[in-house]
Structure formats: C-alpha cells, structure tokens
C-alpha cells in the first residue's frame, strides 16, 4: 500500500489523475473478480435491519415506484409498480416485497398481489400491486424501504444498505352519494322490474310442489316397471294365442322361417308351378335341417331317413304323406288347386321344429 | 297429587290453551294483508317496508308449512326485495329455481336482485357464476328427465316385447330407437348428478351485511384471508360450521371463515 502511495507522490502532477483512474479501475476489477471465484456471498444475519422486510437482494440497486390513477375514489384500485434498477453487477436478484408486512401500507390500504404483470430482465425488476385506499384521510402512497446488501463493505455486518422508496401523493375523493331513491329512507326498489311487483294468489302459494329427486325408489319402479309389465303382456299373449306363439318360436328356426316365406309366396303362383315350388321348398328345409342327402327324394327315402333320425312315426307319416301327395299333385294330368299341399308342408314344418328333440340337435 | 293439581289448573288457567295454532290459509291472508298494506303506503317507505318484510316472513312461514312450491318463494323474494331484504329475495329466488328451473319471472327477478348487490369493482371475486345455458333452451329438471327416461325406456320395452311375439324387424328397429332415445334423458340426470348432490352437502348461504371480510380461520383473531370485503347479497356455498363460525366457498373457489351472523343460510 506504501508503495503505491509513494509512487504517486513520486510520479509527476500531470500523471497523477491518470494513475488514480488506473488504480481505480484495477481495483474494481479486482474486486469483481475475487467475488466470481468465491461465489455469492452469504449476507451475516448480524446488522440486517428489523424494522422492514429484507429483499434478499445482494448487489446495488436503485428503487423508484410509479402509481395511476393518483386521483381516485375510496375504494378505487389504482396500480401501484415498484421498479428496482441495478446498480452494478447483481450476485442476487430482489423478491416481491409483501406490502402488507409494511405497516403504513396495512393500514391505510386494500392490497392485492398483482405477479402475474411482474416482469424482470438482468438489471430491472418491476412488481405490480393493486392497491384500495380504505377511505378519504389517505393522502399519499407512504415512503418505504428497501433493504439490500452491498458485499465488499467491511465489517460485513455494514453491507446492508436501504433505500427509500419515495413517497406518491393522491387525491382520494369519497364515494358518490347514494342517488334518491336508492338510500335506506326510501323505497329501494322503485325502479324495480314489473315482474317484482306480481304477486300470485292463493290457490297457486298453497300448492305441494314435488321436489322429485333421483331417489332409489323411483329409479328402481322406473327400472322394474316396464320388464315386468312387458313379461306379463307376454305370457298373457302366449297362453291366449298358443298357436301364434308356436309359430313365433319355430320363426326363430332361419331354416324355417326362409321355408315358410317361400311357402307363403308360392301360393300366389299357379297350380303346377305351386306344387314344384312347394315340394323344392320341403325339400330343400329337409336337405337344410336334417341332412337328407337326396335332392329329389322319394317318399320311401325320406321315410328312411327320419326312420334313421328316430323322428316320431306321427311325424314321418305325415313327411310321407305330403311327398305322396306331392307326387300325386305333380303328376296328375291336370292338377287341381294345391291350397290344401300348401297348408300340409306349413304343418310339416312347424311339426317337426316343434319336435321335442329339435331337428336342429342333430 | 298436588302436583299434578296445580299443573291441571295451569293449564286450565292458561289463555291459549283452548286457542288452535295458527293455520296456514292465516298466514297466507295475512301476508296477502301485508302486501296489499305496503302496496298502499309506498308514500312512506318506512312502513312500506315493514309491511312487505312481515310479508316476506308470512310467505316463509307458509313454505315451512310444507307448501313448497316456487310460487310461494317468487312471493316471498319479491316482499323481501321491495323491504330492501336482498339476502333474503337472493335466497328465496334462489330456492324458487331450484324447484322451477324454467320460471323466467323468477331468473328475471333475480338476475335484478343480483344487480342490486355491491360487487367488488376489480375482479370476479364474489360475483355469481355467468350464465351458460343457451337462452330460450328449457333446463332440464331432474323429475322431468326422470319421467322422460321412464317413458321411453317402457316404449322400449314394449316393442322389443312386441318383436319377440311377432318377429318384425320393423318393431325390433322401433324398440332400438327408444332405447337408444331413452340414453338422452340418462345422460343428463348423470350430468346433473353431481351438482345435486354437491348442492345438498353445500347448501347456499348469501353474506348479510356490507364489508364483510373472509378470515383463515374461526375467529375474528384470524386475519383476513382477502382483503376485499364481501357485501351484502354475495352467494356462496357452506363447507363446515364450527361453533358460531362457518367456512364458506365462493363461486371462484375463493374459501374462507365468516361469522354466522353475517350469513343467511338456505335450511331445506
């Protein structure tokens, strides 16, 4: 340190000022560095000031805030940003500052955060409040501080520097005067929409109104109700109409069900073409249904064949019965109205899907 | 013996023991008396008031006799908001929509009602939620949905029933088609499940007075949770009561601590 002092005691006038800015300016340099190779520095809780919240901020800064509107009325929002500038190089950047943990602030305002306008860039920090003044003897947005810490003072303990936020007067107004006929001597609602005005009588105020809730028992008779009427509805259906219902059980046969629609088209067809369309269409439901291997069979070979199939001897009579009369029909010279040959193969048919051992079992 | 001597002659001594309670065809007339008697004396605000408030109570009273029904609640939120009750014309509107959904003099009147309240200036804070359902559509009720559902669902039924006797594919596409339909009615009372049922566990309390704050907890050594005060008329819904305190939500899901003496609850 002596010989820096006796250089420039020796060095000439004219080089002084110019040494003092160089030795400034290593200084500085110096300085910063050393502060990069030890990282950011732990500011001692000892000399941290008590009467306002720390920013947490390590660098040095410059606070100014900003409001609008600053005449108002009690109650009215105004915008209150508070920009905090850096000075130099930042080893901490500042937090929000609660304003309500500020006395002043408490007291004489309504305050709500506003961080989602916060903004920040490397050297500036805005932070946005929304504040209400509580009533008219609020004259001013008061002065607060801002605390932060300079590192390189010694003692360490002196690095916390305050700055003053200045003070922003306002003008607040009170509210307006509740308009006649609105305040609490007169009849509020004067202006009120006709409808306030209709009452309903009697007979209507009297009336027990149902508040049908989603209760388990109306959701379980909306549930039961309707399968149980519709099964009574069809086992009435099915003991008073016995034969629809057979027919309806052996539709479900699709065998059946295709022969009895061909048999119901080939009667409006001619006698001959009736009578072949009639016994193709047996024919074709026994070749379907039970396997018979013959395409124009006989009476005898359809015989055997249920014979084989252990069909009831009612049933293969009357199998044989209608190819015989099929035969009959086919081969007559002229061959008379085939109503009843029609009527006998629907029998057939039903007959043999109401077989308790189903055809459609083997 | 004496006793009972004594009590016999209490009771045979007492002035109302032969009078009959007062029935709800008299609170009706009387609070038909009271309407007409503020209609009357609208010169006087004062005592229009008190009239239209004694109606309002005489209204209550009939609802509390078992005559729920939303024409009693439009009578009684219209007294209550022509005696500058507006807590209590919300409430009643609010209890009239829930059995009438569709009353468009109800809505009207209450969307007045809520124009009357003091909302705070900056936010939606406190502010009843914005409508959302398409004007001029009616809103389903649950009873109604669960008729409809009834209806087509028995339809359904029926010509299923129906295709099984005769096998017609016919009545087999017709009974699809209402129990398809029947799906409709089903998805909205699952739709309006939730709310019910969230409606019934938090019942609606409207703020009674000006300024009142929300605390963090329940007592007034709590700090205010916000520092908007809430003004008479606010809507919210109940989540806990502890002693003489409750913890109510506002709409924006805002919660906080409220004396019950700042609160007029919905009792169902």
């Known amino acids: 340190m002596l010989d820096w002092v006796a250089l420039l005691y020796r060095c000439p006038k004219r080089c002084r000022v110019e040494l003092i800015y160089l030795l400034s300016l290593l200084s500085f340099f110096v300085f910063h560095v050393s502060l990069l190779a030890e990282g950011v520095p732990d500011p001692p809780i000892q000399g941290r000031p ?23 009325r009690a109650e009215d929002p105004l915008t209150f940003t508070v920009r905090v500038t850096a000075d130099g190089a930042v080893l901490q950047p500042p937090e929000r500052l609660d304003l309500r943990e500020f006395p002043d602030f408490s007291e004489l305002f309504y305050i709500e955060d506003q961080a989602d306008q916060d903004a920040a860039d490397d050297s500036s920090w805005k932070f946005v409040y929304l504040l209400k003044p509580r009533d008219t003897s609020v004259r001013a947005i008061p002065s607060f501080p801002f605390i932060y810490f300079q590192p390189g003072v010694l003692p360490a303990s ?10 922003i007067p ?193 | ?68 029904n ?43 009602a809520r124009e009357q309240v003091d909302y705070p200036t900056v936010g939606t804070m406190g502010r009843p939620p914005t409508e959302t359902w398409p004007p001029g559509l009616p809103r389903p009720e649950a009873g109604w949905l669960l008729i409809s559902a009834g209806v087509l669902y028995g339809l359904g039924c029926l010509a299923m029933t129906r295709w099984w006797m005769t096998r017609k594919t016919t009545l087999l596409s017709i009974g699809l088609l209402f129990l398809g339909v029947t799906a409709i009615p089903i998805a909205g009372l699952v739709h309006n499940l939730p709310n019910e049922s969230h409606e019934r566990q938090h019942p609606l309390v409207v703020i009674l007075e000006n300024g009142v704050l929300l605390r963090t907890g329940n007592s007034l050594t709590y700090p205010a949770r916000y520092d908007t005060p809430l003004n008479r008329g606010v809507e919210a819904r109940l989540l806990f009561m502890r002693g003489n305190w409750a913890q109510i939500e506002l709409t924006g899901g805002e919660t906080g601590w409220v004396s019950n003496d700042y609160l007029l609850f919905d009792k169902r």
């Open chain 1, 50 to 72: 008590t009467f306002a919240p720390y920013s947490n901020a390590i660098g040095s800064f410059q606070v100014v805030t900003l409001a609008t509107p600053t005449t108002l």
């Open chain 1, 158 to 167: 002196r690095g916390y520097m305050t700055r003053w936020a200045p003070s």
């Open chain 1, 170 to 362: 306002l003008s607040v107004r009170p509210r307006d005067e509740v308009p006649p006929g609105k305040g609490p001597d007169s009849l509020a609602p004067i202006d009120a929409p006709p409808t306030v005005y209709q009452f309903i009588e009697e007979r209507s105020v009297l009336r027990k109104q149902q508040d049908i809730g989603l209760s388990p028992i109306w959701i379980g008779i909306v549930l039961v109700l309707p399968p149980a009427f519709c099964a009574g509805w069809y086992l009435t259906w099915l003991r008073l109409y016995p034969n629809a219902a057979r027919m309806a059980l052996h539709r479900r046969s699709k065998a059946a069900r295709r022969a009895l629609k061909l048999l119901r088209r080939a009667e409006k067809k001619t006698a001959g073409d009736q009578t072949r369309q009639v016994t193709a269409v047996i024919t074709s439901y026994l070749r379907e249904r039970l396997d018979l291997p013959i395409s124009e069979p006989t009476p005898a070979e359809v015989a055997d064949h249920l014979q084989a199939l252990h069909l009831t001897p009612d049933l293969i009579e009357r199998a044989v019965k209608f190819f015989k009369e099929a035969d009959a029909a086919r081969f007559q010279p002229s061959p008379p109205g085939n109503v009843a040959l029609t009527a006998s193969a629907t029998g057939l048919i039903l007959s043999l899907e109401a077989e308790p051992c189903s055809p459609s079992a083997y």
């Open chain 2, 1 to 68: 013996m004496l006793s009972i001597g004594l009590l016999s002659s209490l009771l045979l001594a007492s002035p109302d023991a032969d009078a009959a309670p007062p029935s709800v065809e008299g609170f009706l007339t009387r609070a038909e008396q009271a309407l007409n008697a503020g209609l009357e004396a609208r010169d006087d605000p004062r005592l229009a008031r008190a009239h239209f408030r004694d109606a309002a109570h005489l209204y209550e009273e009939v609802y509390r006799n078992g005559h729920h």
């Open chain 2, 70 to 112: 939303a024409a009693c609640l439009r009578n009684e939120g219209n007294a209550a908001l022509l005696a500058d009750d507006l807590p209590g014309a919300i409430l009643a509107y609010r209890r009239g929509l829930r059995l009438a959904p569709n009353d468009k003099v109800l809505r009207k009147n209450l969307a007045f």
